[in-house]
C-alpha cells in the first residue's frame, strides 16, 4: 500500500529538548493527521491540520500544514519521558477519502 | 475526542479457525469506519472502509472472502478472519469517523493482536 515518506526514522533525545519530524509527498492533501502510538496501542490523534499554512498547538506539541500541501511538520518542545512512542503523521488526498499513514518516527527519551 | 473500543484486545487462535473482533463506537454514530493492519515497527495499511449498511471496500490485495467485514449498525463493526494461518497473525486496528468529508477525523481503537498457531 501506499505510505508516506516519515523522517527521522527513529530519535534518541535528551529530555528537555526539542523535536522536530516532518512527513513528505509528492502528492497533494486536504487534511493531516498526526498521531501517538503507544506499545501494543491504537494510535492517539494529537493535531488534525485542514488548510494549508496552518499552524495548531496542542500543549507542548505543534504541527504545520505546508503551504504547498504536500508536508507536513510536528514539532514537540521540551520533551519529557512520557513522549517516548510512535508518531505517525495521516495525509488524506484530495479527492478521497482515506487517510495515508507515514511510515512512522520512533521517539525514545532519555532522562 | 471519541472513544473506539475493539474486542477483544488479544486473540490466539488454531490455524484453520475463525476469529471475529469487534469495533465500536461507544460516544458516536460511525457512518463509516476502517480497518488496518500493522505489522512489528511498521505502519499502518489500510485494509478496507465499511460503511454502515453496504458492502465493505476493500484495499488492491486484501482478501475479501478471508477477511471478512460487517457493518450492521452506526456503532459496530465487525471483521472477521475465516481459516486463519499463521501469516495472518498481527495487530489489527478499526477507526471510525463520522463520515467521509474532509473534516471528518478517524479515531483509532486500542487494536486486537491475533496470533495464529
Known amino acids: 500500500g501506499q505510505q508516506l515518506n516519515q523522517s527521522p526514522q527513529s530519535m534518541f533525545i535528551q529530555e528537555g529538548e526539542d523535536v522536530s519530524m516532518n512527513c513528505t509527498s509528492s502528492?497533494?492533501?486536504?487534511?493531516w493527521l498526526w498521531y501517538k502510538q503507544d506499545p501494543g496501542e491504537g494510535p492517539v490523534l494529537l493535531i488534525a491540520?485542514?488548510?494549508?499554512?496552518e499552524l495548531t498547538s496542542n500543549g507542548r506539541l505543534t504541527a504545520q500544514f505546508g503551504i504547498t500541501r504536500k508536508d507536513s511538520f510536528l514539532n514537540i518542545s521540551a520533551s519529557i519521558p512520557s513522549d517516548v512512542g510512535i508518531y505517525f503523521c495521516?495525509?488524506?488526498?484530495?479527492?478521497?477519502?482515506?487517510?495515508?499513514f507515514g511510515t512512522g518516527t520512533r521517539l525514545k527519551v532519555l532522562a | 475526542g471519541a472513544v473506539v473500543s475493539q474486542h477483544p484486545s488479544r486473540v490466539i487462535c488454531k490455524s484453520g479457525t475463525s476469529v471475529k473482533i469487534e469495533c465500536r463506537s461507544l460516544?458516536?454514530?460511525?457512518?463509516?469506519m476502517f480497518w488496518y493492519r500493522q505489522f512489528p515497527k511498521k505502519s499502518l495499511m489500510l485494509m478496507a472502509t465499511?460503511?454502515?449498511?453496504?458492502?465493505?471496500?476493500?484495499e488492491q490485495g486484501v482478501e475479501k472472502d478471508k477477511f471478512l467485514i460487517n457493518h450492521a449498525s452506526l456503532t459496530l463493526s465487525t471483521l472477521t478472519v475465516t481459516s486463519a494461518h499463521p501469516e495472518d497473525s498481527s495487530f489489527y486496528i478499526c477507526?471510525?469517523?463520522?463520515?467521509?468529508?474532509?473534516?471528518?477525523?478517524?479515531?483509532f481503537g486500542p487494536g486486537t493482536r491475533l496470533t495464529v498457531l
Open positions: 477507526s471510525a469517523s463520522l463520515g467521509t468529508s474532509e473534516y471528518n477525523e478517524q479515531f
Open positions: 502528492s497533494i492533501f486536504n487534511t
Open positions: 491540520l485542514y488548510k494549508a499554512g
Open positions: 495521516a495525509g488524506r488526498l484530495s479527492g478521497t477519502y482515506k487517510y495515508i
Open positions: 460516544d458516536f454514530q460511525a457512518t463509516t
Open positions: 465499511s460503511n454502515e449498511g453496504s458492502k465493505a471496500t476493500y
